[in-house]
């Protein structure tokens, strides 16, 4: 007895190319926004313009800040209604790409950034004091995730090489499992 096998045809030179266009037209349209909200804004007289970047406001409250660092980057933060940073998206000391978002109060509690030694990905989330309490990234070419204490110390880690736990100094403890 013979058993009926369907099988999906590789996609053609032809057809990668036309989903690979659409998707490049896609990435155009979603950086064309920005631009036009800026310059929309510019046009409405709602802009003010500084040696080192533009302002934005609303009703006389500063909304926004559209500027370039010391070094030459630059960089753009959105506020709250009381100027508080809300988000952050820039680049590090080092040149490294990243996001900051931060709560209410304008406190930081989540950052998405690339290394600056390694280029890999770091997701990390804060707790209220600032501490980082969870960290996902790439280790030589490896996932890790990690979970600190309050006081910033490693708790946890799981990467590739096995799951270690941590006491309250950072110390490991003896219950940690290492991969075969």
């Given at each position: 007895m013979q058993s009926a096998m369907t099988t999906t045809p590789a996609p053609t030179v032809e057809q990668r190319l036309a989903r690979l266009e659409r998707q490049n037209r896609r990435w155009k349209q979603i950086a064309l926004i920005p631009a036009l909200l800026l310059a929309v804004v510019c046009l409405t007289g709602a802009v003010k313009q500084y040696q080192d970047g533009i302002e934005v406001a609303a009703r006389g409250v500063r909304q926004g800040w559209f500027g370039f660092t010391n070094d030459g980057g630059i960089n753009l933060n959105m506020l709250g209604q009381k100027g508080q940073?809300?988000?952050?998206?820039?680049?590090?000391?080092?040149?490294?790409?990243?996001?900051?978002?931060?709560?209410?109060?304008?406190?930081?509690?989540?950052?998405?950034?690339?290394?600056?030694?390694?280029?890999?990905?770091?997701?990390?989330?804060?707790?209220?004091?600032?501490?980082?309490?969870?960290?996902?990234?790439?280790?030589?070419?490896?996932?890790?995730?990690?979970?600190?204490?309050p006081k910033g110390v490693n708790r946890m880690l799981l990467t590739s090489k096995g799951l270690s736990f941590y006491d309250e100094h950072g110390n490991e403890l003896p219950s940690s499992v290492m991969a075969q």
């Amino acid at each position: 007895m013979q058993s009926a096998m369907t099988t999906t045809p590789a996609p053609t030179v032809e057809q990668r190319l036309a989903r690979l266009e659409r998707q490049n037209r896609r990435w155009k349209q979603i950086a064309l926004i920005p631009a036009l909200l800026l310059a929309v804004v510019c046009l409405t007289g709602a802009v003010k313009q500084y040696q080192d970047g533009i302002e934005v406001a609303a009703r006389g409250v500063r909304q926004g800040w559209f500027g370039f660092t010391n070094d030459g980057g630059i960089n753009l933060n959105m506020l709250g209604q009381k100027g508080q940073d809300i988000i952050y998206l820039g680049q590090s000391d080092q040149w490294s790409p990243m996001l900051m978002l931060y709560n209410r109060k304008g406190q930081m509690t989540a950052e998405l950034s690339v290394d600056y030694k390694s280029g890999m990905p770091v997701l990390q989330f804060m707790d209220p004091r600032g501490n980082s309490r969870m960290r996902l990234d790439v280790e030589e070419g490896r996932p890790a995730l990690a979970f600190y204490g309050p006081k910033g110390v490693n708790r946890m880690l799981l990467t590739s090489k096995g799951l270690s736990f941590y006491d309250e100094h950072g110390n490991e403890l003896p219950s940690s499992v290492m991969a075969q």
